[in-house]
């Protein structure tokens, strides 16, 4: 299957980390992305990591993968207001190397 | 150019009409993608190109919806007897084979 599953909405004060978590169910999965969102605006990728990694780390970014329980989460350092938007995780699918998208993680930083 | 290039940005249609969306990908990306994202939704998964291989077309959701990739570059998904559920915004993407996927700013398509 090619569910990617996210939980919905996350609000974060200024300054703190934030962490984003994300599910997926195609184990052969290559790639995982992590795309920004802002409001109005097309998708910003702003990570990914290969599957044979478990961890990756960019600038104030963090991506952490589990395979074995199909878990990725993005951590973001330090949030600012302008972190606010809809986080997507998405797998590239293995065969068809189609992009799987989750339906986004909603991500508001309070001053 | 520099990025993934959608027109038009908007577009208000009415229901019954046909619709063409364009998608210029960023030179030399061999795979391009169609995405189309309903209010408050992730993204749907609609149409795969790769290179010269027969497109992926198993997230169409009718036959009302097609697309072609002439040349290897430019695409067009046409929506014919639009209705109001296909209002959203339709995204596409570019890669270089298995390279993360670029996006485009989307068409926002309203069918009234």
């Known amino acids: 299957g090619e569910d990617v599953e996210q939980s919905l909405f996350l609000s974060v004060r200024e300054g703190d980390s934030s962490v984003i978590n994300c599910t997926y169910t195609?184990?052969?999965?290559?790639?995982l992305y992590w795309y920004k969102q802002e409001p109005g605006a097309g998708l910003q990728l702003l990570t990914y990591?290969?599957?044979?990694?478990d961890m990756k780390q960019d600038q104030r970014l963090t991506v952490l993968l589990n395979k074995k329980d199909k878990h990725l989460s993005l951590r973001i350092a330090d949030t600012q207001t302008g972190d606010s938007a809809i986080y997507f995780c998405a797998e590239r699918l293995y065969g068809n190397n189609r992009l799987a998208f989750g339906k986004g993680n909603q991500v508001v930083v309070i001053p | 150019g520099a990025g993934v290039s959608q027109s038009p940005s908007n577009k208000v249609t009415e229901k019954g009409k046909d619709v063409e969306l364009r998608c210029d990908p960023i030179?030399?990306?061999?795979?391009l993608y169609w995405y189309r994202q309903s209010l408050g939704q992730g993204l749907e998964f609609l149409i795969y190109f790769q290179g010269n291989s027969a497109p992926d077309k198993s997230g169409l959701p009718s036959d009302r919806f097609s697309a072609e990739r002439t040349g290897g570059s430019v695409s067009t998904l046409t929506i014919q007897r639009t209705q109001q559920e296909d209002s959203a915004v339709y995204l596409c993407?570019?890669?270089?084979?298995?390279?993360?996927?670029?996006f485009g700013q989307g068409t926002r398509l309203t069918v009234v």
């Open positions: 195609d184990s052969s999965s290559t790639y």
């Open positions: 030179s030399g990306h061999t795979a």
């Open positions: 993407a570019s890669s270089r084979g298995n390279a993360e996927a670029f």
């Open positions: 990591i290969f599957s044979n990694m």
